[in-house]
């Protein structure tokens, strides 16, 4: 599976972005896919997650309530939808697969993803 991410810029606390994550391979349908992120002199970390089938979704709690991770399996698309952005959520994003189904939230071990995309920069102004 190759997996690009896209959809980062500049924008103000308090604005929303929509990432984008295009995925290769016709095995994409049976993935967990997750959502991760990488700040400035610190470790990358978990943001959300998302079930092969969509249903079971997981996220931080520093992104709960604000973020969405959604799927299309028919277009091989993860999405992350994040509103009232702040400046700690800056950072460079990335989406990551799981060859598990990604039910539980701990398929989305930094160590434990099978895959990862090149990350997309998200800067958040005060």
């Known amino acids: 599976v190759q997996l690009q991410a896209s959809g980062g810029g500049l924008v103000q606390a308090g604005d929303s972005l929509r990432l984008s994550c295009a995925a290769s391979?016709?095995?994409?349908?049976?993935?967990?896919m997750g959502w991760f992120r990488q700040a400035p002199g610190k470790a990358r970390e978990f943001v959300g997650g998302?079930?092969?089938?969509?249903?079971?979704?997981f996220y931080s709690d520093s992104v709960k309530g604000r973020f969405t991770i959604s799927r299309d399996n028919a277009k091989s698309m993860v999405y992350l939808q994040m509103n009232m952005l702040k400046p700690e959520d800056t950072a460079v994003y990335y989406c990551?697969?799981?060859?598990?189904?990604?039910?539980?939230?701990?398929?989305?071990?930094?160590?434990?993803?099978?895959?990862w995309g090149k990350g997309t920069l998200v800067t958040v102004s005060s």
């Open positions: 391979g016709r095995a994409f349908g049976a993935y967990g």
């Open positions: 998302i079930s092969w089938s969509g249903q079971t979704t």
């Open positions: 990551a697969a799981d060859r598990g189904l990604g039910l539980y939230l701990t398929d989305y071990d930094v160590d434990g993803m099978d895959y």
